[in-house]
């Protein structure tokens, strides 16, 4: 395909349908077209990308490598084509948009039924998706969402534009009948010779920062214990399976197993995280700032609050920020 030759959406639309359908007939039917004007539409397609997409040679059809690439790629673009008109003229009107949010797991669990009920009257439609960091950077970068509350800036991309929402800083949790106070470095490194290491999903970013920070203060412990959720890691605790770096946001996540575990904040433990609110650069600028002015009055009105009553003092484990980053 020749790099100055645009692409045919119209043609991508109707190879999607042909691969939802799984038939050229009945694509066909759908659209309101003859079976032999879809089989052209695939085929110029076909010669426009230079690959083949559909492999005839089988019945019923199948999609190849490169067909199956393009009715993914395809599904989106061609969802967006078809609310782009709807938008742009609700855009006009000033009529609520319909968005899609990407919330981190740990703040989706605290603090996510207050920041969704007070951000729906801001929009006609909410689709909230939750996952790990790394899935909403991406999904926010394929433009499949369009805000997204995240532990990664995604400070290499120039799309976005990103507001640091609040810091915390990291602290040991121990089992209940572990009785030495971890106040010191080396009480870490005299705790990590006795006892296993309950570590965070090492592709999660705070896995990733924790992991990275250990090799710094030469504490290596062998991988025996790693767990997606900090519900499960806190758990394993409690049963006195090993120690674990967590942080406030995942401890509250944690709560119905927190309460039962001793907490540690050593002075010298200097590692810190923040959660930002990252959105596409010029778009919904007005609801994008909404979202982070409730966003930070949640963090005040409720995390903190919540905090203190599950366990004194790590509350001041937390810094609001404000603004551009």
């Known amino acids: 395909m020749s790099a100055n030759k645009s692409i045919d959406m119209y043609a991508v639309q109707v190879f999607v349908t042909v691969a939802e359908e799984g038939s050229m007939t009945a694509a066909a039917s759908r659209l309101g077209l003859t079976p032999s004007a879809v089989s052209q539409t695939i085929r110029q397609l076909e010669d426009d990308f230079g690959v083949m997409l559909v492999n005839r040679t089988r019945r019923p059809f199948v999609l190849t490598p490169y067909g199956i690439a393009l009715k993914n790629r395809g599904e989106v673009l ?16 000033g009529i609520k ?3 899609r949010i990407g919330l981190v797991d740990s703040f989706a669990i605290t603090c996510g039924s207050v920041f969704t009920k007070r951000l729906l009257s801001s929009s006609s439609q909410l689709l909230i998706r939750t996952g790990l960091s790394p899935q909403q950077g991406e999904a926010l970068i394929r433009r499949e969402l369009d805000l997204i509350v995240t532990s990664d800036p995604l400070m290499d991309s120039d799309s976005v534009v990103r507001y640091r929402l609040f810091s ?8 209940p009948d572990y009785r030495k106070r971890i106040r010191t470095i080396e009480d870490l490194r005299e705790l990590s010779a006795t006892m296993p290491l309950v570590r965070f999903n090492r592709n999660s970013q705070i896995g990733m920062q924790i992991e990275r920070y250990l090799r710094r203060i030469d504490i290596r412990v062998p991988n025996q214990l790693e767990f997606d959720n900090a519900d499960t890691l806190t758990a394993m605790v409690v049963a006195g399976l090993g120690w674990a770096v967590t942080t406030p946001i995942s401890f509250l996540q944690s709560e119905a197993y927190s309460r039962q575990v001793l907490t540690h904040m050593p002075e010298q433990l200097n590692m810190k995280r923040s959660l930002y609110i990252l959105a596409h650069r010029d778009e919904y600028s007005a609801f994008v700032q909404e979202a982070c002015d409730v966003t930070r009055e949640i963090i005040e009105t ?17 810094s609001i920020n404000a603004g551009l980053c």
Do not use: W
């Open 168 to 175: 915390e800083g990291y602290f040991i949790i121990t089992p």
């Open 97 to 99: 948009p319909d968005l």
């Open 302 to 318: 409720v995390f903190i609050p919540k905090l203190e009553s599950l366990h004194r003092g790590i509350e001041k484990l937390v």
């Open 78 to 93: 061609t969802q967006e084509i078809a609310n782009l008109k709807a938008q742009v003229l609700e855009a006009g009107k």
